[in-house]
C-alpha cells in the first residue's frame, strides 16, 4: 500500500510538472506572438483622411520623434525646417519645387543618417527641406515614396493601425543597412 501511494504521488508531481512546463511553453509562444506582431504593426493616428505615421529621426547623435503624413504623392520624405534644425541636417542643394495648390516654394535637399518607420530603419536617405508657416501641424512632414515604395503594407482604419509585411530576409530600404 505504501508502494501505491508513493508511486500515486510520483504520478501527480510528474503531472503538475508536465502542466506547469505547458503553461510556460504557452506563455512563451504568447509572448513571441506579441513581439512578431509589435514588430509587424505600427499605431496610427487617422485624422480624417490622413494617416499620421510615427517616426524616429536620428542624425549624428540627435533623435526625434514625431508624426508624418503618409503621402504616397510626395516623390521624398518632406521635413519641416523645425525638425531639420533640431537634428542638424545641412542642406546639401537649394532649389524650388512645386506644391499641391500649383505654387512654388524654396526648398533643400538633406540627408539624415537613420530613419526609423515600425520595423524598418532607412539610413543615409536623402529627404527634402521646407519651411512651415502658418497653423500648427500635427505632423512634421510628409511620409514620401522613397521610403513607401520599398515597403508592403497595409492600413486598419478602424483600429488605426498599419500592418507591415515584411519580407523573408531582412528589408532593404533606398540606401540602407538594416
Known sequence: KLELDNERQLNEQLREA?????????KEAEEARKKLQE??????????????????LGNGGAEVETHLLLDTGASHIVLHRSIAEQLN??????????????????????????FKVGPYNMENAQVIIVPHTGEP????????????????????YQNQMIHWKMPPTEPQTEGSKN
Not at 514588430?39 to 524616429?56: E, M, W
Open 39 to 56: 514588430k509587424t504593426q505600427t499605431r496610427v493616428i487617422v485624422d480624417n483622411n490622413r494617416i499620421l505615421v510615427p517616426v524616429t
Open 89 to 114: 541636417i545641412l542642406a546639401l542643394k537649394r532649389g524650388r519645387a512645386q506644391v499641391v495648390g500649383g505654387q512654388s516654394i524654396n526648398i533643400e535637399t538633406g540627408q539624415r543618417r537613420s
Open 18 to 26: 508536465v502542466k506547469v512546463e505547458e503553461e510556460e511553453k504557452r
Open 137 to 156: 501641424l500635427n505632423y512634421s512632414g510628409l511620409l514620401g515614396m522613397n521610403f513607401l515604395k520599398n515597403v508592403q503594407y497595409s492600413i486598419d
